[in-house]
């Protein structure tokens, strides 16, 4: 069974930086593709980032501000947040998939708990 866990949420004040990590357990995360999304309070789940190997897409809400990263070694994902925004306050969950790249929820078949970040201005 694959098991998700992130940390790194906080509140921040606007332009602050960030990082996120979601260790995974259970299976090595070269096995699938890793994503990032948020939800903020009345908003639907929206993709933020993805990884699979080379291979990394963005939202272009966060594109040029926030990065992704994976460590093999330690079977974690990373996302840096840089110049955080009062909108990008929101849960944030880490997400697995077998197969490619996706940027819609309903295609990632393992999630995490969640992390608070809160940014304040």
């Known amino acids: 069974q694959v098991q998700l866990v992130e940390s790194g949420g906080g509140l921040v004040q606007a332009g602050a930086d960030l990082r996120l990590s979601c260790v995974v357990s259970?299976?090595?995360?070269?096995?699938?593709?890793m994503g990032w999304f948020r939800q903020a309070p009345g908003k639907e789940r929206e993709f933020v980032a993805a990884?699979?190997?080379?291979?990394?897409e963005y939202a272009d809400s966060v594109k040029g501000r926030f990065t992704i990263a994976q460590d093999n070694a330690k079977n974690t994902v990373f996302l840096f947040m840089r110049s955080l925004k009062d909108e990008d306050t929101a849960v944030y969950y880490c997400?697995?998939?077998?197969?490619?790249?996706?940027?819609?929820?309903?295609?990632?078949?393992?999630w995490g708990q969640g992390t608070q970040v809160t940014v304040s201005s």
């Open positions: 259970g299976r090595a995360i070269t096995n699938y593709a």
């Open positions: 990884i699979f190997w080379d291979d990394v």
């Open positions: 997400a697995a998939r077998t197969g490619s790249i996706a940027t819609t929820a309903r295609e990632y078949g393992h």
